[in-house]
């Protein structure tokens, strides 16, 4: 090759790398970190979906600050070692502007000193147990008092069965754990005996359920009992089915769960489980014109990217959660006119968006937390939910509970 040759390929290759660095410049590129495999991709997958959605429906109105939003999608496989390296890749590699992603909280907890070393926002969908608050996370899903507490109080009265006794029934790990620490508390500070509570755990991924639910029936002999549920996961299927296969109907022994909702129950016969409980800030059966164009939104998405299982979609909680996110990080950009994060973070402070659950909800301007709606809903034939309670309205989040020693002074943030 000649010198003239030589000389032309370096200037197209410099050219093609020129214009690569120009090309990326032109957008802004968005983090999903979701597991698409493993035990958590039976809930995990439709968040995927969601974001990738979200992004489509504001490119489609022209992006943000004249450019286009990049999804880039990483499988952390279920593996939360995996979740933490997926995170730093997206941060330096990629150079996402955020990440939306995670379900458990031991994922979360994983990819959290990440994100605060190199100073990156992650928008996290998901109820949990609380006792967490960081600078550099966004919490869009409840806290135990947007759900949990609301839960047990329900079921303690009148309207809810007049419980008596608790069976915690929950995965091992950090979520399930604390948040039944939490609610064991309140138990007793509302007078129930520490017999009348039962404390179980299973592995992720477990799926022998016989046992257990023998020992429920068991338990609810001695007086009139809730079952909670902290299960995470394809557990859920085994757990229900052998409910049903048991006989153990809500009107003997409601369960409540607080990480089921339409998407996990597709893949079971519910009629067995009529009657059982979810506790959630949103229901795919709420009737409004937000939930309508969202369900519509989601159902052409997934029609047009050939999403499997097609003619049974649903959204659920942490969807809505997942969308909410993204729409007010693109809000908070809009404002801010930057993607900055030390900018974004503060332009977050009181964002407000119309949601599907029908209500105006607040990201509040101190504690990263969004105030939601409380919502109890009774599952129905159609793996739906009907809604049996809820509140007037959104409530504040208290990431610190009032029932673990040591918050007193936590509570104003």
Known sequence: M???HILKSLVGIAFC????????????????????????????????????????????????????LE?????????????????????????????????????????????????????????????????????????????????VEYLMGAEGGSAKRWF?????????????????????????????????????????????????????AGGKTAVVSTINGDSNVPFYKELGNAGLKATDVPVVAFSVGEEELRGIDTKPLLGHLAAWNYFMSVKNAENTAFIKLYKDWAKKNKVANLETVVTNDPMEATYVGIHMWAQAVKKAGSIDVDKVRAAMAGQTFKAPSGFVLTMDKTNHHLHKPVMIGEIKADGQFNVVWKTKGPIRAQPWSPFIVGNEGKQNL
Request: aromatic content about 8%; proline content about 5%.
């Open 71 to 151: 999804p880039v999608v990483v499988d952390p496989a279920s593996n939360w070692p995996l979740f933490a390296e997926k995170a730093r890749q997206l941060i330096t590699q990629d150079k996402v502007s955020v990440v939306f992603g995670c379900w458990t909280s031991v994922s979360r907890k994983s990819v959290l000193p990440v994100f605060e070393e190199l100073n990156s926002l992650l928008f996290y969908p998901v109820q949990y147990e609380g006792e967490e608050l960081s600078q550099n996370v966004f919490y869009t899903g409840a806290a135990p008092n947007q759900q949990a507490i609301p839960a």
């Open 168 to 220: 915690l029934l929950g995965t091992d790990y950090v979520y399930p754990r604390t948040t039944n620490k939490i609610l064991r508390a309140f138990l007793k500070s509302k007078g129930v005996d520490e017999k009348d509570i039962e404390e179980v755990y299973t592995p992720f991924g477990h799926s022998d359920y016989q046992t257990i639910v023998a020992n429920i029936k068991k338990f609810s």
């Open 2 to 4: 000649n010198r003239r």
């Open 17 to 68: 790398a020129m214009a690569g660095t120009a090309m990326a410049a032109d957008t802004i590129k968005v983090g999903i970190l979701h597991s698409l495999s493993g035990t958590m991709a039976i809930s995990e997958t439709a968040l995927k979906n969601t974001a990738l959605m979200a992004i489509e429906e504001i490119n489609a109105k022209g992006g943000l600050l004249g450019k286009k």
